[in-house]
């Protein structure tokens, strides 16, 4: 266990350096569905943070009894029940907007990230470090999620959280709320994403 | 009969085209990005995900109406046996959907490469790589799920799809799925060739390709309407099919 990451080093390392979106490509189901609007990113990444949270622990606890060729099926069941939950909770108290994110609430089921995540981290470390990997991957994938919405909601409305932030007289760009803009942002970004680390890479080469 | 033989091709057409499955409700991106570098392994990928999809809408269909539905006919009789009658009317399992759905997924799929790799060694041979990946390709479960919204979704029990349109819309999906994801395969060969900037290299480039696409998928919408408009042989069936054509979409 000695070259296992600790339960800090998983923490900071899901955030920027191994991004689940931008760096692992990870869950880009959600990522280019829900985030046509910055509110409907949150309550997503909130949904993902609580699932893979508690899928970590079950599952870590449980390590020592996984068998080999049975472990996925049984990350698979854990994952459904607790999105069971997330699904009627987020109907019971914020219905509107568990009507806007539709199938993909339940499509976290099968979203790679959580899967990954406990084949990774969970099933082969202690409880500690599996909540701590599971809090820095969701809010790296937090912070992925709202860099593309409020791109798509500020060039496709003019408007943050429903509040308007460009001046009326700005065209908005409809395709950017709708599908074709969910690739185009998120290629741009990735992009983006790219250049930036590649430069940094090659700055601290160059010293 | 004529009218649900336009419902049953509008549904295909809708799940095909118009709102394709990867360009319109972004399922499916894992394989469609990562399996999308040859023609042909892209062609198998697709046609493996039609195959599961099949069978997966066909007992996703199954255990929905008989099981899981409020008041279905399997559980009500089953719970009949220990408690009265009328209490077992009102039995509700559509809360276990999302379990029994992964579940009888993942099972499919298993029973599925088993069979074929027993009785049928060359198409084992074509697909056997991509069958473990199905199971957790969200475009099977976005099926079933929008299968079980057309059954305990709609107001009017007479509503609820049949066999034939949940099939319908599954094959559709793949046909779908398919269509995307050999465009891209075709796309990104040529890409090869061409001098894509460094950090554009890769995912980020076929994104942006994939953005394009789904820009030209989009001149399908409204295809649906103008076909049901079209096919439609009198003004009163078409007073009559109207709100199954919202249903369908």
């Known amino acids: 266990m000695a070259d296992q990451p600790t339960a800090a080093e998983r923490f900071i390392q899901g955030i920027l350096p191994e991004n689940p979106v931008y760096r692992q490509l990870l869950g880009l189901c959600p990522t280019l569905a829900v985030t046509n609007g910055l509110k409907a990113a949150i309550t997503m990444s909130a949904a993902v943070l609580f699932v893979l949270f508690c899928a970590n622990v079950i599952v870590s606890l449980i390590r020592n009894l996984l068998k080999p060729h049975l472990r996925i099926v049984i990350f698979t069941l854990t994952i459904a029940t607790f999105v069971t939950f997330a699904d009627r909770f987020l109907a019971a108290y914020v219905y509107q907007m568990s009507k806007v994110l539709g199938p993909y609430i339940p499509l976290i089921i099968v979203n790679c990230l959580i899967i990954c995540r406990c084949e990774v981290c969970a099933s082969k470390q202690g409880v500690v470090t599996a909540g701590a990997d599971a809090i820095g991957q969701s809010l790296g994938f937090c912070l992925a999620l709202c860099s593309i919405a409020a791109v798509r909601e500020l060039l496709g409305t003019g408007m943050l959280f429903d509040i308007r932030v460009l001046p009326v007289v700005w065209p908005d760009w409809v395709i950017m709320v709708l599908p074709p803009g969910a690739f185009l942002t998120f290629g741009l970004l990735l992009g983006l994403v790219n250049w930036y680390s590649d430069r940094r890479a090659a700055a601290a080469g160059g010293k | ?249």
């Open chain 2, 1 to 249: 009969m004529i009218s649900y033989l336009i419902d049953i091709f509008l549904i295909g057409i809708g799940a095909a085209l118009i709102n394709n499955f990867v360009l319109y409700y972004f399922v499916g991106i894992c394989p469609f990005v990562g399996v999308s570098r040859k023609i042909s392994t892209a062609f198998g990928m697709g046609c493996a995900v039609i195959f599961v999809i099949a069978i997966a809408a066909v007992i996703s269909w199954a255990i929905t109406t008989y099981v899981l539905m409020p008041g279905a006919l399997l559980s009500r009789t089953v719970a009949g046996l220990f408690v009265p009658p009328e209490t077992a009317a009102g039995i509700d399992l559509t809360i276990l959907s999302y379990i029994v759905y992964i579940f009888a997924i993942s099972s499919s799929v298993q029973f599925v490469e088993m069979y074929v790799r027993k009785f049928f060694p060359p198409l084992y041979k074509a697909l056997g790589v991509y069958l473990p990946l199905i199971t957790t390709n969200c475009a099977i479960l976005f099926a079933c799920l929008v299968i079980m919204s057309k059954i305990t979704g709609v107001d009017n029990p007479a509503d609820a799809w049949d066999l034939g349109r949940a099939l319908t819309l599954a094959v559709g999906g793949g046909i779908g799925f398919t269509i995307a994801i050999v465009i891209m395969a075709g796309i990104r060969e040529e890409l090869d060739l061409c001098d894509v900037p460094k950090p554009f290299k890769g995912v980020a480039i076929s994104l942006i390709v994939a953005g394009i696409l789904s820009l030209g998928f989009m001149g399908f919408t409204g295809v649906d309407s103008g076909l049901r408009k079209a096919m439609m042989p009198k003004p009163e069936v078409v007073a009559q099919v109207q709100p199954e054509a919202e249903a369908g979409k």
